[in-house]
């Protein structure tokens, strides 16, 4: 028999007032409740409403009438979300009132079925915090390939190894000139924060994107998610970094040269293909080719 302590009065009132709360339906080790958690912290009072179209954000509530979310969330279909979320914003405004509208997402939200409307809600330069958790597969319709995935990884729908190159999002972004984009490592929790809170200071349209481990389409171990994003931090594969006004760029941390295989051996969507390490090495080359240039042309400046 489970001997699990009774939570107190306290813990229970504090759970209730989480962003995420215990009982969600969210896999262990899956990088969208660390995302979820960390989003909490650096909001602290400053309640957001969110906005979640049919990625597995949505199902983490569970079923009605309880809810995993602490805090007003809409859910909305993949085509409509940064609409929604513009209509979340919109009546704030109206009524005067200075509260955080999130706009969370997957990425088969975010690169694919979604991107129109993300396009125009950003265009328009909607005042919302819009982010993508990233786990490089269509995660809760059974881990379908996306324009996110990788070249190379073995998926439901690419047996041997997706042909096609990931997609570049934040290059995207960044060319619609937005106020601030950047992306946010689950493995540096203090950069997470202080980008949270730098896109709360500022107006109109913010861009994240957080790379999200996901054991059960990465075919990982669920205590090797923080580890496994490190890794790809520290190999250069997942660069972190901030564009400002889609224009100057600045990275906040460096690869160390750490072999792109250590992240690849740990996780069965690389391996049961043999996904050539080659591959994701001339990836990661072109990338940083493309970030240090920009980088070196239009680097941030020190209001930035
Ligand atoms: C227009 C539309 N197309 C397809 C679907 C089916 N569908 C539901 S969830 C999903 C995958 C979502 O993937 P992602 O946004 O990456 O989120 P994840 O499930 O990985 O969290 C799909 C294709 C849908 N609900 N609506
Ligand atoms: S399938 Fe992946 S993204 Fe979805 S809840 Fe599980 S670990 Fe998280």
Known sequence: ?????????????????????????????????MGLQW??????????????????????AGAFPTSAYGVPTVAATFASAPAVATGVSVV?????????????????????????TLSAA????????????????????GGQRSSATPEGVVTSTTEKGKAERKKDMMAIMAG????????LSLAHREDFLRKVRRARSLRGFKFFLILSPCPTGWKSEAEDSVDLIRLAVRSGLFPVYEVFGGVRYRVNV?????????????????TKGKTDAAVLRRFIEDQWHYLNGMVRAFPAGPND
């Open 1 to 33: 028999m489970s001997t699990a302590p009774t939570p107190t009065k306290e813990q229970l009132s504090d759970y209730c007032h989480n962003l995420l709360r215990p009982g969600n339906t969210n896999c262990a080790g899956c990088g969208m409740s």
């Open 39 to 60: 989003l909490d912290e650096a909001l602290g009072e400053d309640r957001p409403t969110l906005v979640i179209p049919a990625c597995c954000g949505i199902v983490t």
């Open 92 to 116: 704030y405004r109206l009524n005067n009132e200075d509260r955080p509208t999130v706009c969370w997402t997957g990425d088969g939200g975010t690169y694919d079925i979604g991107v129109a």
């Open 122 to 141: 950003a265009e328009r330069n909607e005042d919302m915090i819009y982010v993508c958790y990233d786990n490089e597969i269509y995660g809760n319709t």
């Open 176 to 183: 619609h000139r937005i106020p601030y984009a950047a992306t």
């Open 254 to 270: 460096q690869p160390d040269g750490t072999p792109v295989e250590e992240y690849m051996k740990r996780q069965r969507r690389y």
